[in-house]
């Protein structure tokens, strides 16, 4: 069934509690109290205290008159909430355009029924007559004008447990094919306790612990270079050129030249010298990554299961392992 164009959302609650508790948030999601209508056959669980009964005596009839006015108005789940005696459906309680046309049916409209008043709202009427098969089953009827909000609306009543004609179908196909799939299986079974005598089961629940895993940051590492300053001396071997003066006696022949100053001989000398030059390398590398590290973390928990415990009275003879008390 497509919801596109839905402008009325219906709600059936089978906690009254849980009901009450979706009108109250669909207030606070703010949804005026004329968009929101209530009907429900019984004043069991109301707040203001008021009882309504299903009767159709004249007292629950001058009871629900006495609810319209004062504070029992405002005590029936604190909204703008009207109440009456329907000939066709008994004691009724409603707010907002779901109150109009149960208050023009009381009085001698054509729609005097749920169903007329839902298709009075635009529910199809097949829908109408479920909620209605639903409301006189006891069940509580929640509806909402939510214009453009359906969507919203719904998800509000689907979230205390509200259903809808759709969703209570899907919910029982869903049901009907898992008992039609397990029921071949367990035609063996079914004859085995019929041979041994066995026309009852009692089953034993256990509550176990259900473990979820999600990552989340339990810190940061940052990686980032700083430059820092060193002083470093370096040991370089230069070379360097020095004179060499030999002195040595020569003794031989008289010389014919002639003595004179002035006579002179230029050695020139040479050293290396050291220059200094900076240039960045490359020193290291390094490469940063992420990699899962497995452990194993404790989780404790407190968990209940039940126990068959088996009583004889009398000269009884029981066969199994479950524990036995006579009595």
Known sequence: MSTAKRTVAVGVFEDRQQAQRAVDELRRAGFRDDQIGVAAREGEGFRGGNTITETGSKAEEGALTGALAGAGVGGLWGIGIAAGLLPAIGPVIAGGTLAAILASAATGAAVATIVGALVGMGIPEEEAHYYESEFKSGRTIVTVRA??????????????????????????????????????????????????????????????????????QTGEVRVRKEVVTEHKTLEVPVQREEVVIERRPVSGPACSGEIHAG???????????????????VKEEFNVGKRPVQGTEEVHGTVRKEQVKVEKEGNVNVRGTTQETRK
Do not use: C, W
């Not at 869903?174 to 306790?193: D, F, I, K, V």
């Not at 006579?263 to 000398?269: L, N, S, T």
């Open 263 to 281: 006579e002179e001989i230029r050695i020139p000398v040479k050293e290396e010298q050291v220059h200094v030059e900076k240039q960045a390398v």
């Open 147 to 216: 214009d453009n909000r359906y969507d919203e609306a719904m998800a509000i009543i689907r979230r205390f447990h509200g259903y809808d004609m759709s969703s209570r179908r899907q919910t029982t196909a869903s049901a009907t094919g898992t008992a039609s799939a397990t029921g071949t299986a367990t035609t063996g079974s079914a004859a085995a306790r019929a041979a041994t005598g066995a026309g009852q089961t009692v089953k034993v629940h256990e509550e176990q612990l259900n473990v979820h895993k999600q990552p989340v």
